[in-house]
């Protein structure tokens, strides 16, 4: 684990993408900052986590397919419409995932703190309308992954007790990446799995989302030790 992205250079590979990632990174960083300590997480792993999709986001697709899509959502629903939104690439699935999770698993007051009301999980098409709103504000993204990074530790409380900070991350990022809410075996197999590309469509050349996210964070480590 991790020796992908020690041998890769992902800031050569992506090259012009990962520079791009970078500035907006460092542009809400001080909002990020912000959320993240008070929750007691670390802005670097929050950052790394959503780094990969930084770098996937495309103003002119999303605009294109939120567009198209957001109608058929708001009235049908998840299974009729479940898409990417916004610079993190959230799906309304995941937004409903973390929100379900708190409220039904007796973490009321952490719900209450990030901004969910009681009522959010109700699968009306007012509550469906709320949540697109919330997953276009990038401050309302880094709540949903801050829920979803303390969702995963408890949830996968056994498996992050016993394991290494290098392979917390990993964990985590591969979670954001394929489901969160699976199993802690689900989630560790996919984090040595090669399936990230920048592409929309089908790349022949695929990366590891998790070693990326890693390679990310070992560079905030560098440059910020003491912030």
């Given at each position: 684990?991790?020796?992908?992205a020690?041998?890769l250079?992902y800031?050569?590979?992506?090259?012009?993408?990962?520079?791009?990632?970078?500035?907006?990174?460092?542009?809400?960083?001080p909002?990020?900052?912000?959320?993240?300590?008070?929750y007691?997480?670390?802005?670097r792993?929050?950052?790394?986590?959503?780094?990969?999709?930084?770098?996937?986001?495309?103003?002119?697709?999303?605009a294109?397919?939120?567009?198209?899509?957001?109608?058929?959502?708001?009235?049908?629903?998840?299974?009729?419409?479940?898409?990417?939104?916004?610079?993190?690439?959230?799906?309304p699935?995941?937004?409903?995932?973390?929100e379900q999770?708190?409220?039904?698993?007796?973490?009321?007051?952490?719900?209450?703190?990030?901004?969910?009301?009681?009522?959010?999980?109700?699968?009306?098409?007012?509550n469906?309308?709320q949540?697109i709103?919330?997953?276009?504000?990038?401050?309302?993204?880094?709540?949903?992954?801050?829920?979803?990074?303390?969702?995963?530790?408890?949830?996968h409380?056994?498996y992050?007790k016993?394991a290494?900070?290098?392979?917390?991350?990993?964990?985590?990022?591969?979670?954001?990446?394929?489901?969160w809410?699976?199993?802690?075996?689900?989630?560790?197999?996919?984090s040595?799995k090669a399936m990230?590309?920048?592409?929309k469509?089908?790349?022949?050349?695929?990366?590891?989302?998790?070693?990326?996210?890693?390679?990310?964070?070992?560079?905030l480590?560098?440059?910020?030790?003491?912030?």
């Open positions: 684990m991790g020796i992908q020690h041998a250079n800031r050569r590979i992506f090259d012009d993408s990962y520079t791009s990632a970078e500035r907006y990174a460092e542009g809400i960083r909002q990020l900052i912000q959320i993240a300590r008070q007691g997480e670390d802005w792993l929050i950052e790394s986590i959503v780094f990969p999709e930084l770098m996937r986001y495309h103003k002119v697709y999303d294109v397919e939120t567009s198209s899509l957001i109608s058929l959502y708001t009235t049908l629903g998840i299974r009729y419409a479940d898409f990417s939104i916004g610079r993190f690439q959230m799906k699935s995941f937004a409903y995932s973390v999770f708190l409220w039904e698993g007796n973490y009321a007051q952490l719900a209450t703190q990030l901004g969910f009301k009681s009522d959010d999980t109700t699968d009306n098409a007012s469906r309308y949540r709103s919330r997953l276009e504000s990038t401050n309302w993204q880094i709540r949903y992954v801050i829920g979803m990074v303390q969702c995963m530790r408890s949830r409380k056994a992050l016993k290494g900070n290098t392979h917390v991350l990993s964990f985590i990022a591969s979670g954001y990446n394929s489901g809410y699976r199993s802690a075996a689900h989630i560790q197999y996919y040595k990230y590309s920048l592409s469509w089908p790349s022949k050349k695929k990366y590891c989302f998790a070693d990326i996210a890693l390679f990310r964070y070992r560079e480590q560098q440059r910020t030790k003491y912030s």
